[in-house]
């Protein structure tokens, strides 16, 4: 399928005069992003020459920039006068997903990645799209500037909300990005114990989300290097001593993994920080201690796991086994790296199972750093095997291989469709997707404000918003509705956002360009549906992916912010009369994933917990994910769980032996 994968288109009223130099350079800068977004697969060149054109490309771009100054920043209301009476157009990118869109090549469903555009065309495309898309709809030559509808006060009257205008504490986004407190030392592909390059001998850049610059060239693995590392899985599976290690061996082992987490928990951290954009504080006090509590609960599972007799109806011995699948395929997905690898490798391997685990493009270093560790505590070659690469050569072509047994898939639901298809197309290998969400926050007219509010910020803005189980549509009973809505934007204009590496910093930036501008474009879509955009809406500084925490009330459930996954920093606040109305309303989603409740009424909470359609319930809490609580979800959300002992069933067979007995004493 040809062509390409964004779609433009300029809309405005009135006449246009010439665009300025600002303007041109901006429109300058698109069309590289779009070119860059366009290009076959087929097409891309070696890394080494990619650079080359990445600095001409530079060059070029700049030259646009490097005698005029940068045109001013846009609100929503801003009168066209205020642009030097130039009215801005409207831009929209239209794109289902601009990174996994389903194609066809030789008959075979697959992945199509397009190459990463260039850092100067990042961050050019990004500012003009952000400014753009909050620049206000300029009524017809001569008339007033028309202010859009849905920018309306609290109060009823129209105009830009005082909240827009205040600044969020942003001061650690504006500083020189802080130097990393450590040294990429692993990008090569994990293969059979040893680190190796790819079989093409390419490579792509990982970029540092506060910038848009290059962190490190990682190998990229496609269909022969997955061919590779399934063959060395097979084979440590096969005849390695993996499977065939005492199940407390295997538990020493994972223990022995753990306690060097531990031992290295800044780096992984930091490694984790700066590939992805999380805070670092996240990070090194929560998520890698996470990861490690998580290797010693299936540490624990592994000589646990054991079979059943059962009685026969005759003369008969029954045993039910279970064993372990073979070799299982895993994709993890780039907003929990660390986490991710922790819920599918712990499970695979206390189960006696070997692996090839594919990391996501945009955050490969964690994984190989922590794969490195496993091997220092003992496990033998070629049971955990790791190929960083992309969707369309490297994860289809571990989906859709013949001699994978199970496959483990982190994603959106759109790409989980499509992996189950190659699944099933391929050898029929079971599968286990966890998938997106729109998660209900329901919260009753009984609560206490201050805290509802404090639980609902953290339930969506965690993670920068970047959290399938975000509770992405807050529900607010009506007599409490309006006090919760300032609060919440009281609350949200306190949000810390800047450098994840500073201390005390909420939110640092999103993972890359793409998502930065898929959020913006949600953000649009609220304003126009007539959603109240109380405060946020835009971008944070001219450099890296920052996105002001944003906050809409008056939400309707028939809106895209109300219905779809932004995975972002936008909080939906919708409002509600009673409890057979919002369940209703709550379950009124494709999605069933999660589900948070705050009330103070037992009764209300039970009739909450178990009218809700999701896969798990917080009451009174948010995103508590002990090892042993099972996570996944209903619906579109996904397949099967992960943690806890649900999460071992997908890494085990069953096997009923039966044998005859004779003269026996009992049966």
């Not at 779009?34 to 087929?42: D, H, I, Q």
């Not at 007033?144 to 827009?164: F, I, K, M, Y």
């Not at 395929?329 to 499970?347: C, E, T, Y």
């Not at 912010?561 to 494709?590: C, H, M, T, W, Y």
Request: aromatic share 8%; charged share 20%.
């Amino acid at each position: 399928m040809g062509g390409p994968y964004v779609t433009l288109r300029c809309t405005s009223r009135g006449p246009h005069p010439v665009p300025s130099p600002q303007q041109s350079a901006a429109v300058v800068a698109i069309k590289i992003h779009l070119t860059s977004l366009s290009s076959p697969r087929s097409q891309r060149k070696s890394s080494r020459e990619r650079e080359g054109q990445r600095g001409g490309r530079q060059e070029a771009a700049g030259s646009h920039y490097s005698h005029q100054p940068a045109p001013p920043p846009l609100l929503l209301g801003t009168p066209a006068a205020s642009t030097g009476g130039y009215p801005l157009p409207l831009l929209y990118l239209a794109a289902a997903d601009q990174r996994r869109q389903r194609v066809r090549f030789g008959g075979r469903n697959k992945f199509r990645t397009p190459p990463p555009p260039t850092p100067m065309a990042r961050r050019a495309a990004s500012s003009l799209v952000s400014r753009c898309l909050l620049a206000s709809r300029a009524a017809s030559a001569g008339a007033a500037p028309a202010v859009p509808s849905a920018l309306r006060r609290p109060d009823g009257t129209r105009g830009l909300l005082p909240g827009v205008l205040q600044r969020f504490s942003t001061a650690a986004a504006a500083e020189e990005p802080i130097s990393p407190p450590v040294q990429v030392n692993y990008t090569k592909l994990l293969i059979n114990g040893n680190f190796v390059d790819s079989a093409s001998g390419k490579t792509f850049p990982t970029l540092d989300p506060r910038t848009g610059e290059v962190i490190a060239h990682v190998a990229e693995g496609d269909a022969e290097d997955v061919n590779r590392a399934v063959a060395a899985a097979r084979k440590a599976f096969d005849e390695g001593p993996w499977p065939k290690m005492t199940a407390y061996e295997r538990s020493l082992i994972l223990l022995r993994f753990a306690d060097l987490i531990e031992k290295h928990n800044d780096e992984i951290a930091a490694l984790e920080t700066w590939d992805n954009g999380k805070p670092y504080e996240q990070a090194a006090q929560i998520e890698v201690p996470m990861v490690a509590r998580l290797m010693r609960y299936y540490a624990g599972w592994a000589d646990k796991i054991h079979g059943l007799v059962v009685p026969a109806d005759g003369p008969h011995h029954v045993q039910v086994l279970h064993e372990p699948i073979g070799v299982a395929g895993q994709i993890i997905p780039w907003n929990f790296p660390l986490l991710m690898f922790s819920w599918k490798v712990g499970p695979a391997l206390a189960c006696g199972n070997t692996l090839v685990l594919k990391t996501a493009e945009q955050t490969p270093l964690s994984a190989l750093y922590i794969s490195k560790l496993l091997h220092e505590a003992g496990l033998p070659e070629g049971v955990v095997n790791v190929v960083s690469g992309f969707g369309p050569t490297a994860g289809a072509a571990l989906a859709s291989h013949m001699d994978v047994d199970k496959l483990a898939f982190t994603g959106s639901t759109d790409t989980g469709k499509i992996v189950l298809e190659l699944a099933a197309r391929s050898n029929l290998k079971p599968v286990t997707l966890e998938l997106g969400g729109k998660s209900p926050f329901v919260i009753m007219d009984d609560a206490d404000v201050d805290h509802a509010v404090e639980l609902a910020h953290f339930a969506l803005f965690f993670n920068q918003g970047q959290c399938c189980c975000a509770g992405s549509r807050t529900f607010v009973h009506e007599r409490i509705y309006d006090e919760f809505v300032e609060k919440a934007k009281a609350r949200a204009l306190k949000r810390v956002v800047g450098d994840p590496f500073k201390k005390g910093v909420e939110q640092g930036p999103q993972i890359d360009d793409e998502q930065f501008n898929k959020i913006l474009r949600y953000i649009r879509s609220g304003v126009d549906s007539g959603a109240t955009l109380m405060t946020g809406g835009d971008r944070l500084g001219d450099k890296g992916f920052y996105i002001q925490p944003t906050i809409f009330s008056d939400v309707q459930d028939g809106m895209k912010i109300a219905q779809e996954e932004i995975f972002g920093p936008v909080q939906s606040i919708l409002k509600f009369k009673d409890l057979n109305e919002v369940i209703k309303r709550a379950n009124a989603s494709q999605y069933g994933l999660a589900a948070g409740v705050f009330t103070k009424s037992l009764d209300t909470a039970n009739t909450l917990t178990r009218a809700l359609r999701v896969g798990t319930v917080w009451v009174n809490c948010f995103d508590v994910f002990d090892a042993g609580i099972p996570f996944g979800g209903y619906k579109q959300s996904g397949i099967g769980r992960e943690k806890g002992i649900d999460s071992l069933k997908n890494y085990l067979q069953v096997k009923a032996v039966v044998t005859p007995i004779k003269n026996a004493a009992w049966l």
